[in-house]
């Protein structure tokens, strides 16, 4: 199943602070029996998101309507933990395109651009700028471009670099995954293997 092609994103940010934030609280253990990517949104950040009847907490930020995107702004050190992809899964169901943090393990930001969501490092100022701005204006919009690997704050025009993989990148802009990617150059290879 494809996923989505990733080129430019102008988004509003939903902000999530928290440090030090780990692949079992974004998605708990207890949820990953299924092995399909689909319906794991909405699990993410279930033991932060509902108590436990069920019931959504309304002082954490998924369920306040001020804050909506397809951008989850992340406090440092996100995605520690297991290498559990599901909780890379649960994010994409759950919408978001982007995750923006200032540190992220190596791992979970590899299961990102292996799932089609474009993990964004900036660094520890820019990360505050984004949040002082979003928390000032929740309708605050950020615009990441993949092609010219650069992420903007649009209300100031503040903006910093970053870095991909060139191959994630160009999976990222076609909405591939690695087995997509051979597919898309089957041909290629056909005429490789004639060759030798």
């Not at 930020?61 to 899964?89: C, D, M, Q």
């Not at 299961?111 to 969501?117: A, E, K, R, S």
């Not at 994630?168 to 290879?189: A, C, R, S």
Request: include cysteine; aromatic fraction near 12%.
């Amino acid at each position: 199943m494809p996923y989505d092609k990733f080129n430019t994103l102008t988004s509003t940010v939903v902000p999530l602070p928290a440090e030090n934030v780990d692949t079992d609280q974004i998605i708990p253990a207890r949820f990953l029996k299924a092995t399909e990517r689909e319906g794991f949104g909405d699990n993410l950040f279930r033991d932060w998101r509902y108590d436990v009847e069920g019931n959504p907490k309304p002082d954490f930020v998924l369920n306040n309507p001020t804050y909506s995107g397809k951008i989850l702004l992340a406090g440092k050190n996100f995605g520690s933990g297991s290498s559990r992809e599901h909780a890379v899964w649960a994010l994409y169901d759950y919408g978001f395109r982007c995750v923006v943090s200032s540190f992220f393990a190596d791992i979970f930001k590899n299961n990102c651009l292996n799932i089609g969501v474009l993990p964004v490092t900036v660094s520890a100022g820019f990360a505050q700028q984004l949040f002082d701005a979003v928390e000032a204006d929740p309708s605050t919009e950020i615009t990441v471009d993949i092609a010219q690997q650069t992420i903007t704050l649009n209300s100031t025009g503040a903006s910093e670099t970053f870095d991909i993989n060139a191959y994630k990148k160009e999976n990222m802009q076609n909405g591939f995954d690695d087995i997509d990617y051979l597919l898309n150059i089957q041909e290629e290879i056909r005429e490789f293997e004639m060759k030798g």
